[in-house]
């Protein structure tokens, strides 16, 4: 539907719902809107956009969205003198913001980020949200160089990325810490006036504090902005009230948001694995042109003729149903057909044949729907993809992703996605 608005008129606009400007100028954010130029606000969120001048504006509501006229400020002003506090601040400069679930970072990130542009600065973004980053794909941590304001993230497209392997960083804090700091040195490379790094709302318990407190201490940020109602961040921030190098600011959360429950963030994030699949094909390569990370298959050495004469003579027939076999120090990896199945005097047979080592037996289809990272030289996401399918007869591993470059690493992930990009599963450990 088509709405007429007039100068001055401030709207509150609740997704699921989205905008085109059609005539008139608006803004969101401090950034301007172009016209034609779709905005969409996701379920459960919602954006405060200021009429500049008399407007056209289309609309689309979805179930539960709404629009509404309102009298309060845009953006709070304690928001805008901290906006101006950090931008007068001698540069280069990182600013690292802090916040619950759903309390407002990200839309105080993309105004900072406005901001900081329309003062002509150089600007870095990377998000670390795994699981509801506007900007990157689920399961990732994302980087985004921009040249001119936006109203949403979402309008950023990821420059480069880390690849984390699942919608949580709860038990792979290390892999977080390693991601954001590698983004940090890649955006440092960019000789940015402006850093700012945005991170996920876990703030809850003794691994979030330590996985904050370590981001706090590895990127040695210059201000940190926590954004709390009810002191929740203290026991993160306490410890560097002392530090004369790092300036804390503590602000409210955003007036009227609303935490989303786990079936919208679901939503949310399927809408962003379709978003960085979309225009995926199945892709082959071949496992001695490619390194595997995050699975125990990459890690091992296959076994000689030696060992899988051994292997044989434990388990007869069955062993031609053994695909591959592997083992690391403390390992024994067995790649099978998905009906094989391995009695338990045969399994502590292999183990005392192998030296004592666990073994861990894979069956065939066990891969197919795990999300994966294709990664460059350096470590960084080139891309999402998929997995199909671990052939190791044809010694090829087959990724539904959209990713046609030079791939030098693959990256396996915690996650699985059915054929329509849904979650289906996700694990604790690594699966292959």
């Not at 699921?16 to 969120?45: C, M, T």
């Not at 509801?132 to 304001?149: C, D, H, V």
Request: with cysteine; charged share 30%; hydrophobic share 40%.
């Amino acid at each position: 539907m088509r709405m007429k608005f007039t100068r001055g008129t401030k709207l509150k606009i609740v997704g699921p719902a989205s905008l085109a400007l059609i005539d008139g100028d608006i803004e969101v954010l401090g950034s301007k809107v172009r016209r034609r130029d779709r905005l969409s606000i996701p379920v459960a969120k919602s954006i405060i956009v200021n009429v500049l001048e008399n407007s056209i504006i289309e609309l689309s509501l979805g179930d539960g969205g709404k629009v509404e006229e309102i009298k309060e400020e845009s953006v709070p002003y304690d928001w805008r003198e901290v906006t101006r506090r950090v931008l007068s601040r001698p540069k280069p400069l990182t600013v690292l913001v802090l916040g619950d679930v759903d309390s407002g970072k990200s839309a105080f990130s993309n105004y900072l980020l406005n901001n900081a542009l329309l003062s002509g600065f150089k600007t870095v973004l990377i998000d670390t949200d795994l699981g509801q980053s506007e900007i990157g794909a689920p399961t990732t941590i994302s980087m985004t160089l921009l040249k001119r304001p936006i109203p949403s993230l979402s309008k950023a497209k990821m420059t480069t990325g880390f690849f984390v392997g699942s919608t949580s960083p709860e038990g792979l804090i290390h892999r977080v810490l390693m991601g954001v700091k590698l983004l940090h040195e890649e955006a440092c490379s960019l000789n940015p006036d402006i850093i700012i790094i945005n991170t996920d709302g876990w703030i809850d318990d003794w691994e979030a504090i330590e996985l904050k407190a370590g981001m706090i201490m590895l990127l040695r940020p210059n201000v940190i902005v926590a954004i709390e109602k009810k002191g929740e961040l203290e026991s993160i921030i306490k410890p560097f009230e002392l530090n004369p190098a790092i300036e804390i600011i503590r602000l409210i959360p955003l007036p009227g948001t609303r935490r989303r429950s786990l079936e919208e963030r679901r939503i949310i994030r399927q809408g962003m694995y379709r978003k960085y699949l979309v225009e995926g094909r199945i892709r082959t390569y071949y496992l001695d042109r490619i390194s595997l990370i995050y699975t125990s298959i990459g890690a091992s050495t296959p076994l000689s003729k030696s060992e899988e004469s051994l292997l044989r003579n434990i388990l007869g027939d069955k062993m031609n149903y053994v695909r591959w076999g592997g083992k690391t120090p403390h390992e024994l990896i067995i790649f099978v057909d998905r009906n094989l199945r391995l009695a338990e005097k045969e399994l502590e047979e292999i183990r005392e044949a192998f030296e004592g080592r666990r073994v861990k037996v894979i069956r065939k289809g066990l891969e197919r729907g795990l999300i994966v990272g294709l990664l460059d030289e350096k470590g960084l996401l080139k891309g999402l993809g998929v997995l199909m399918e671990l052939d190791f007869t044809r010694n090829v591993i087959k990724v539904l992703t959209p990713v046609d470059e030079k791939v030098s690493m693959m990256a396996v992930g915690l996650m699985r996605l059915d054929e329509n990009l849904n979650e289906t599963q996700k694990f604790k450990e690594l699966v292959l």
